[in-house]
């Protein structure tokens, strides 16, 4: 069935490191795949997509890496800080003529140690 | 920034009573979702909307739920007789058109609904 994983629940890091969050997709046909950033009380915030005819694209401290052969996805975030503690999730889309519908995995909660 | 408005932030209600969840969309989109969160897990799919009809709605999106586009600025969500389970965080969401309706998401900051 549709499912879009992850595979820790909780990552701790130290301010200054680096951080991978990870995501494991089971759909072959999902063509398009964002990281959503939801701090306690809030909405999902969108931090970088993907398309499926990429396999890397950066943005400001976030790299998403995105291996269509083992179905994973990744979200890396350089020097990770204070304000990055939150629950991160993957989700998917699949489909040009779809209803926009987006499958979300688990979730990710990222603690920043100082 | 345009956002996604939701009223109100938190609502409480007795089981079996009605509520209806607001949501004011960003002017310009064009497709509505609702979501929603049971504390502790991920964000799961309800419903989608587009040109005043549901265009695909989850199995939890049963027949004690309906969304409506009252006027040409307000999508609810209304659940007709509330139960424990129904006890979550809603969020509303919208969407530009374009070649693929996923792009330019935008989520509201949700309701909170508490039935007891």
């Known amino acids: 069935g549709e499912s879009v994983g992850l595979h820790l629940p909780t990552l701790s890091v130290q301010e200054g490191d680096n951080s991978i969050i990870n995501c494991a997709y089971s759909?072959?046909?999902?063509?398009?795949f964002i990281w959503y950033k939801q701090e306690s009380g809030k909405g999902p915030q969108f931090i970088i997509d993907i398309r499926s005819n990429m396999d890397k694209r950066q943005g400001q401290r976030v790299t998403v890496l995105l291996n269509k052969t083992v179905k994973h996805l990744s979200l890396q975030i350089a020097a990770t800080q204070p304000g990055d503690s939150a629950v991160y999730f993957c989700?998917?889309?699949f489909g040009s003529g779809n209803t926009g519908k987006l499958i979300f995995g688990q979730g990710t909660t990222l603690q920043v140690k100082p | 920034e345009p956002e996604v408005t939701q009223t109100p932030s938190h609502q409480v209600t007795q089981m079996g009573q009605e509520v209806i969840l607001r949501c004011v969309p960003i002017?310009?989109?064009?497709?509505f979702y609702w979501y929603r969160q049971i504390l502790g897990q991920k964000v799961e799919f309800l419903v989608s909307?587009?040109?005043?009809?549901?265009?695909?709605k989850s199995e939890i999106f049963d027949d004690q739920f309906s969304v409506e586009r009252p006027d040409g600025s307000n999508f609810t969500l209304k659940i007709r007789s509330t139960k424990l389970e129904d006890s979550a965080m809603y969020f509303c969401?919208?969407?530009?058109?374009?070649?693929?309706?996923?792009?330019?998401?935008?989520f509201g900051s949700g309701t909170r609904l508490t039935v007891v």
């Open positions: 969401a919208s969407t530009s058109t374009g070649r693929k309706k996923a792009y330019g998401y935008t």
């Open positions: 002017s310009n989109h064009l497709y």
């Open positions: 909307f587009y040109n005043n009809e549901i265009s695909e």
């Open positions: 989700a998917e889309n």
């Open positions: 759909n072959s046909a999902s063509d398009y």
